[in-house]
């Protein structure tokens, strides 16, 4: 609830400190003595528009505090932790200071915070309900809301929107499957044509990389023949390297008798010498038949440019093309497979459908249970109202499945019909000025429990009635104050002698 609001330099206020009690209370005095000024100001600290117009004149700024008992899991305590802002306790102080250039800054418990998020925390603390407001019980969304928290739908509306997340969901994936199978279906003699050309080809990895090493050697196997044969001449012809070692080796062996251990190391230095020459003509012979192995230069190039092409045409790599076999193969495979796919899509779309229509009856069933309570709870407090002509009206269309939300299957309205005979129509399209705020006061009291702002604020709701229906009108605001706390400016005596507490508003001069 508002406990205390702090206004300074706003129009002709120049300072001003006023504290709230709880249940009903009242604002009175003369027309332009500032009523509406105060309630100006305590919009501007809930997130109103900020007019620079509000500024005193010679002031530099305007400043208005909000102080609100905060009750325990109220909605404004997720909204400051969704926007990383410290916890409070049980208190929350809303602070907006505007400058005479029009710019504004927002704070919550001077923690600084866009407007934005101001006016989300004030509009579950503060609802303002005047003689010409069209917002609130007039927006059909909050209708449906209001019907809904009347009749204790919450089980059935946690229901009604995972089943119809669950029809999204079916049809979104069913949808996909039905795409992919028809644009499969449309290429499937080109899909089969491929499959084939990559199976006769028979891509493997890495082969381009293998082919062009062998490309590479073919074109040269003239130089490299001529090369082994050089390299083998120069170590196993006669005069060669290895028959050089060996003869030094020999004459080395003949003198070991008389030299001792003088000639041990070179020995093994030519022994050692004489197993590599020997292990290099193995290799040479080696690489010579190999390079006889490495086929015909024609035939590699072939297989090579014929790589290219293919991976050319399909806009791949040669290794790709690897790929591309197994993606075509699967895809035939799920194209042969779709019927039975599709069926299944199908059915687990039905049973979801079917689930979903099911949870739409039983919250249709419900509202219109609801609606017939609501309907006559709202009766009962018209006709003290003098607004005993008022046929109240809760109107459920039933919508096209297409239509269907989470929200369920029905558009939620009220209306009213001010006259006999008249058709019910729009609760703020029909209604006057005066009769729409006593039927806004005769829902608030019926729906009283409902809703997360602790704090209502009604301003001259009760212009243009007097006598025995202002007496009405002060005694359901002093009902609805019993449940939360009730705020009204009002000229009506029999408003504010109902009042708990009483702010009497006066202008004066220096």
């Known amino acids: 609830m508002l406990q205390a609001l702090a206004i300074r330099d706003v129009v002709i206020i120049e300072q001003l400190d006023l504290t709230f009690g709880t249940e009903l209370g009242v604002l009175t005095g003369e027309t332009g003595a500032g009523k509406s000024i105060l309630l100006d100001a305590l919009g501007l600290a809930c997130g109103g528009r900020a007019d620079r117009g509000l500024v005193r004149a010679g002031s530099e700024r305007a400043q208005v505090t909000a102080m609100f008992a905060l009750p325990e899991r109220h909605p404004a305590h997720r909204l400051l932790a969704e926007a990383d802002l410290d916890p409070v306790d049980d208190l929350l102080v809303l602070r907006r200071s505007l400058h005479a250039d029009g710019r504004s800054r927002a704070f919550l418990n001077d923690q600084p915070v866009t407007a934005a998020l101001l006016r989300l925390v004030g509009d579950t603390l503060l609802e303002v309900h005047g003689q010409h407001d069209q917002q609130g019980l007039t927006d059909r969304a909050v209708q449906r809301e209001l019907l809904d928290a009347y009749g204790g739908h919450d089980a059935l509306l946690e229901t009604m929107r995972a089943a119809?997340?669950?029809?999204r969901e079916a049809v979104a994936d069913r949808d996909r499957l039905h795409a992919e199978v028809e644009t499969a279906a449309r290429e499937e003699s080109y899909l089969r044509h491929r499959l084939l050309e990559l199976e006769e080809l028979a891509a493997e990895a890495g082969e381009e990389e293998a082919l062009a090493v062998r490309r590479s050697t073919l074109l040269a196997r003239g130089k490299l023949t001529v090369a082994l044969g050089e390299?083998?001449?120069?170590?196993?012809?006669?005069?060669?390297?290895?028959?050089?070692?060996?003869r030094a080796e020999r004459s080395l062996e003949r003198q070991v008798s008389t030299a001792g251990t003088m000639f041990e190391a070179a020995l093994g230095l030519l022994e050692r010498a004489r197993l590599e020459l020997e292990a290099s003509e193995e290799a040479l012979l080696a690489a010579g038949q190999a390079l006889e192995g490495e086929g015909d230069l024609e035939s590699v190039e072939t297989r090579l440019f014929a790589l290219k092409d293919a991976a050319r045409k399909h806009r791949t790599t040669a290794d790709g093309l690897v790929d591309l076999l197994?993606?075509?193969?699967?895809?035939?495979?799920?194209?042969?497979?779709a019927t039975?796919?599709?069926?299944?899509a199908e059915r687990r779309t039905a049973a979801a459908e079917a689930a979903r229509r099911e949870a739409v009856a039983e919250l249709r069933d419900a509202r219109r249970q609801a609606a017939a309570r609501l309907e006559a709870a709202v009766a009962r407090e018209l006709p003290p109202l003098k607004l005993e002509r008022v046929r109240f009206q809760v109107d459920i269309e039933t919508l096209d499945e297409t239509a269907w939300t989470g929200a369920g299957g029905e558009r939620i309205e009220f209306r009213v019909a001010t006259n006999p005979g008249q058709s019910p129509g729009p609760l703020g399209r029909i209604a006057s000025g005066g009769e729409l705020s006593r039927i806004m006061l005769a829902i608030k009291v019926v729906l009283a429990r409902l809703g997360t702002a602790p704090t209502?604020?009604?301003?001259?709701?009760?212009?243009?009635?007097?006598?025995?229906?202002a007496a009405a009108v002060g005694e359901r605001l002093q009902r609805?104050?019993?449940?939360?706390?009730?705020?009204?400016?009002?000229?009506a005596p029999q408003v504010a002698a109902r009042a708990r507490h009483h702010l009497r508003v006066a202008k004066a001069g220096k």
Do not use: K, P
């Open 480 to 491: 609805l104050g019993r449940e939360r706390q009730v705020l009204v400016v009002t000229h």
């Open 164 to 167: 119809d997340d669950a029809v």
């Open 340 to 344: 039975e796919a599709l069926a299944a």
């Open 231 to 246: 390299a083998r001449a120069a170590i196993g012809d006669e005069g060669g390297a290895l028959q050089q070692v060996i």
């Open 456 to 469: 209502l604020v009604f301003d001259e709701i009760d212009a243009g009635v007097g006598g025995a229906v």
């Open 326 to 337: 197994a993606e075509t193969r699967e895809v035939l495979s799920s194209l042969e497979h």
